[in-house]
């Protein structure tokens, strides 16, 4: 059971340092030895409220005391709150940032461009220089940079600065990418926890509440601690917690969100306008091109690019697209076609636009011209039977 499923009441502690030294000066102490050596006064108070409830079940009491020694730990031994550089200040280093400062946590942040008046207005610190935020010795490591410019961002830091057992993070929408270059580039001394909250600015701007966020605990040594607290931040915000292998991840999000993205993107390509008749259906649509195009177009491209299964989906996507048009062309009654293949001699039907020319779209790519109206010539007559 990990004590992510412990529900602990443990606000009362308020042992002096003496008392605290005395508990945890030989690890593996059991809590009754810390008990009896408070101060009387103290002592009472403290066991009717050290109460720990384990939500799996029935625990041996050898077993229940580690964990109550683990927690008096982390309560007692290590600052509640965080000292959080993140790494990559841009739309998605700031959103998370709001939520960290919002929670009590110090906010440090680094990128290659100048973003100092925006910290200093969510309550962070700003460092240009990566050797400055490195000697602050924060406790997480937080890199919200670019799919494509991680390795190089990460590579940039001087890393020889930190604290021993420095936590790194990521929260890169793929996974297996950052775990790889995590493990090649750091020391092991280095604690490695990967992340990716499945929200953004937009789907989670107004809670995180019910919102998966995905994690992988890499590499974690002795002083687990920041990772759990670190993890704290995203269930305290009502996040759902799921502990996964980077590679399930990636195999999941080529299914789901690449394809999301993919859609997303295509559908912005037909510039769709809002109607008064819009369906249930359509508003989706809508809200889906929403979502996905303020993203930027490196984080679609890391989709791509760094997930090794996104390249099938794409195919998949592309047989699928195929496979339908084959089955509404094969639903065609036969005088309908043979009317269509007689305008075609005719010459009356244009040829379909080439992508190639297309107009630009918002300056993103380029964008399907709307559809012109059909000439007369194009008009089906009914047939009379
Ligand atoms: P993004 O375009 O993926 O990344 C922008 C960030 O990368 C900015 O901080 C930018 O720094 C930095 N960057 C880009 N190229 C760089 C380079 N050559 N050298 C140094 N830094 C560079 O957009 P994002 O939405 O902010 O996403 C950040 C990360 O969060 C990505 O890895 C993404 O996969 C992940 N994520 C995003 C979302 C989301 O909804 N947006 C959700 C979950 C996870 P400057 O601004 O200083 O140029």
Not at 61 to 74: F, S, T, Y
Not at 99 to 128: C, K, M, N, P
Not at 262 to 277: A, H, N, S, Y
Not at 287 to 301: G, P, R
Request: charged content about 20%; proline content about 7%.
């Amino acid at each position: 059971m990990s004590n992510a499923n412990l529900q602990f009441n443990l606000t009362a502690v308020t042992a002096t340092s003496k008392s605290r030294s005395t508990l945890f000066s030989s690890s593996g102490d059991h809590l009754n030895r810390f008990c009896t050596c408070l101060p009387k006064p103290v002592l009472r108070p403290q066991r009717r409220r050290l109460g720990i409830r384990a939500t799996e079940g029935w625990q041996p009491p050898q077993e229940r005391n580690k964990l109550q020694v683990a927690a008096l730990n982390n309560v007692l031994h290590y600052p509640s709150k965080l000292k959080i550089a993140v790494v990559g200040f841009g739309n998605f280093g700031q959103f998370l940032a709001k939520a960290f400062v919002r929670q009590g946590h110090t906010v440090l942040a680094h990128s290659r461009t100048d973003y100092s008046s925006e910290a200093h207005s969510i309550g962070a610190s700003f460092f240009s220089d990566p050797h400055d935020l490195c000697e602050q010795h924060p406790d997480v490591i937080l890199l919200c940079t670019s799919i494509i410019s991680t390795e190089p961002v990460l590579r940039s830091l001087p890393i020889q600065r930190l604290k021993r057992n420095t936590l790194f993070v990521d929260v890169l929408s793929v996974k297996e990418f950052p775990k790889n270059i995590f493990l090649q580039l750091l020391p092991p001394h280095f604690d490695i926890l990967c992340t990716h909250p499945m929200f953004g600015p937009e789907s989670g701007k107004d809670s995180w509440n019910g919102l998966p966020f995905v994690f992988d605990k890499v590499r974690i040594g002795n002083e687990g601690w920041r990772a759990e607290k670190f993890l704290d931040i995203f269930s305290t915000e009502g996040c759902r917690m799921v502990e996964m292998k980077c590679s399930e991840h990636d195999r999941h999000a080529a299914g789901s969100q690449f394809i999301t993205h993919t859609m997303g993107r295509v559908l912005e390509k037909l510039q769709l306008e809002t109607t008064p008749i819009n369906t249930k259906g359509y508003e989706t649509l809508l809200n889906l091109v929403e979502n996905t195009a303020s993203d930027s177009f490196d984080l679609y491209y890391g989709l791509f690019m760094y997930n090794k299964n996104a390249m099938e989906q794409l195919e998949r996507l592309d047989l699928a697209f195929e496979a339908l048009k084959n089955e509404l062309f094969g639903h065609l009654h036969d005088k309908l076609r043979k009317q269509l293949f007689l305008m075609k001699r005719e010459g009356s039907m244009e040829r379909p636009p080439k992508l190639s020319k297309l107009p630009p779209n918002k300056g993103k790519g380029y964008a399907l011209p709307p559809p012109s109206p059909p000439s007369n010539s194009e008009i089906l007559q009914p047939q009379n039977h």
